[in-house]
């Protein structure tokens, strides 16, 4: 029992707590290292049956698992940049060394990635003879960003414990306070103005967004193969739902209408540019393509155009779902036509529409009568 090697490489021989003979390598073709390394090995075989306690795993191991468990996943995209985040400060520790100080201090120094993605696609456009972008100062992440990144390690870390059974205890890990009450909504002739001050294909997608209140990837990513106008319906499959759940769309009047004007235009997309434009480098897209859920340009262009301001474009889902409650549309018929996964989630509309409390309202004028 001890060490031997096998070709170049190290491998330790040794019988753990219940006389099971373990022979494992140990990475490496350095005596004095496999030496260090087996000492090790027995120690964690020693600690695990004796104390309860299980090897030591680094934060590397405990995503990789993280990642084969979690593969179906429909948000696996967004576990993985937050991985490489996190792998950039924790990747060989282990994780009982990975302590709270260190988690915040590590989100507390994130960047705002996208902002400088942006601020260097300008300045390789820029042209020698136009005026350079303002010189680039760091932008930090917003709190949202923060919570969604320690969200994914209290994750790992509880089920690291709880379930893996690789940790002794969990760091508490708390998210920052978010406000989350804000329901911007746009009055209709405040609506009116911005459709006036978009151009096609845009326009089209904000009178849809307002018809149905659909987000707007799941307008820009809309077939035809998804709509029936017959029918009337339309309907967003799990996989391009935010909940994960199928969405059927009722397809009112106005939304029809703007379906109809849209056939012809592309034989795949529902909404779809149908001419040219120039790229920052000079040269000119396809004609007919598919629109970008990404691209802001127009956007913001038609909000100052309108005069609209603190306006974004998923606060149009906000005023089709305000405009309805404050017809009279039960919450629960809101959230159904909404795809929102819980009744919590439309309760932040239930103040638009306070007509049900009337009735108790109305206790107190035979007292103030009397007065």
Known sequence: MGIYQRGNIWYADYKNSEGKRVRKSMGTTDKKLASELYGKVKYESWRSSKLGYIPRVTFEKACIRWLKEKSGKKTLCDDKKRIKFWQAFFGTRYLDEITVDMIYQAVNSMINQKYEQNWRAKYLACSPSALAPSKYVPKAVSIATKNTHLAFMKALLRKSWLEWKWLEKMPYIRLYPVKNTRVRWLKPYEAKKLINACSEPLKSVVEFALATGLRRSNIINLKWQQVDITRRVAWI??????????????????????????????????????????????????????????????????????????????????????????????????????????????????????THLLIYAQKLDSILREG
């Open 237 to 354: 499959p799990s996989e391009e739902s935010k909940s994960g759940q199928a969405i059927g769309v009722a397809l009112n009047q106005s939304a029809c209408d703007i379906l109809e004007r849209q056939v012809g235009k592309h034989s795949q997309w529902v909404f779809a540019h149908t001419s040219g434009k120039h790229r920052p480098d000079g040269t000119l897209t396809p004609a007919v393509r598919k629109m970008r859920v990404d691209d802001n340009n127009a956007w913001r262009a038609a909000l100052k155009k309108a005069g609209i301001k603190d306006f974004r474009f998923h606060d149009l889902r906000h005023t089709w779902a305000s405009w309805l409650v404050q017809a009279g549309v039960p919450l629960s018929a809101l959230q159904e036509m909404g795809g929102w996964e819980s009744i919590e989630m439309v309760k932040k509309y239930a103040h638009l529409s306070p």
